[in-house]
């Protein structure tokens, strides 16, 4: 169902930076539209954390950015903490489905 | 601050109507620059996008291919809601079902969401 790929699963240490990347095709990220991404905590609804590609919303640490190239965006997060074990998501709009598609989503694990 | 909250069954037969509301306050649902949404996560098919009413000058609807057929969104101006109707359900469209906000000056990321509500298809 999902357009865009994700890598199931990160990790990294305390203190380290770790990435996840979101692959889509010409008809979403490669056409020009905006990226956004989310975290999702155990239980409840997924939070804006990255929109339009690289910004942040008001009391998002900048510890996380986005970034867009081509037909692929990517997530980082610099300085990892334990409480940002949690799933990503990326979400961007493709017009061969004329509609909204999200990643398969990543889990993100602090060791 | 805009908050949804999502009223709804948690059980729905098959072959039956899905209905789910989310109310809206600390915006106006009429808004030029915001879009209300539905989305859906279930284990086999992730997050998933299935709609979206927004205003400008008149009302307007976008559905996901995926429901196109079976989904309504309606907008309820006087209550400053908007609803979910999703037909014909099967075991296949049970999931947590959230209703989330879009503003432009995030450029329509989903900056707002629901609590959540999860819905069982089963007899």
Redesign the interface.
Known sequence: QSVLTQPPSVSGAPGQRVTISCTGSGSNIGAGFDVHWYQQLPGTAPKLLIYANDNRPSGVPDRFSGSKSGTSASLAITGLQAEDEADYYCQSYDNSLSGYVFGTGTKVTVL | QVQLRQSGPGLVKPSQTLSLTCAISGDSISSNSAAW?WIRQSPS?????L?RTYYSSKWYN?????VRGRITINPDTPKSQFSLQLSSVTPEDTAVY?C?GAAME??????V????TTVTVSS
Request: charged share 15%; proline share 0%; hydrophobic share 35%.
């Open positions: 949404n098919r992730g997050l998933e996008w709609g976008d559905y996901a291919v995926s959230y989330a995030d450029f329509y990321g989903l900056g969401w629901g609590q959540g």
